[in-house]
């Protein structure tokens, strides 16, 4: 069983950047794929970025190219999400999703039914 829990949401002015953080627990970090997905009021969850437990293989959405960046901290066990030049259509609650598995096919490492396990969730609100 592996636990997440992330932290670091808040209320950002368009334009800001805020950092969101996921500690993990219950399984070796470097074993796992982990990323970071997000929901908008009334719209399904996307994908956003993820990692693989290699750090051979990084992925983005389009959306978020050029603004975010994913990382990992293996002495920490953490992932982060550093999120620059934010946008009111960046406002959702983010999550953390972790994959029990050091290697992804890229085709499954952006589907939500591609991870195994999921953190609480942390709100971003990105005001105009």
């Known amino acids: 069983q592996v636990q997440l829990v992330e932290s670091g949401g808040g209320l950002v002015l368009a334009g800001g950047s805020l950092t969101l953080s996921c500690a993990t627990s219950?399984?070796?970090?470097?074993?796992?794929?982990l990323a970071w997905f997000r929901q908008a009021p009334g719209r399904e969850r996307e994908f956003v970025a993820a990692?693989?437990?290699?750090?051979?293989?990084?992925e983005y959405a389009d959306s978020v190219k050029g603004r975010f960046t994913i990382s990992r901290d293996n002495a920490k066990s953490t992932v982060s999400l550093q999120m620059n030049s934010l946008k009111p259509e960046d406002t959702a609650v983010y999550y953390c999703?972790?994959?029990?598995?050091?290697?992804?096919?890229?085709?499954?490492?952006?589907?939500?039914?591609?991870?195994?396990?999921w953190g609480q969730g942390t709100q971003v609100t990105v005001a105009s």
């Open positions: 219950g399984r070796t970090f470097s074993s796992l794929t």
């Open positions: 999703a972790a994959h029990p598995n050091l290697f992804m096919r890229m085709a499954t490492m952006t589907q939500v039914t591609g991870y195994d396990y």
């Open positions: 990692k693989t437990g290699s750090a051979y293989t990084t």
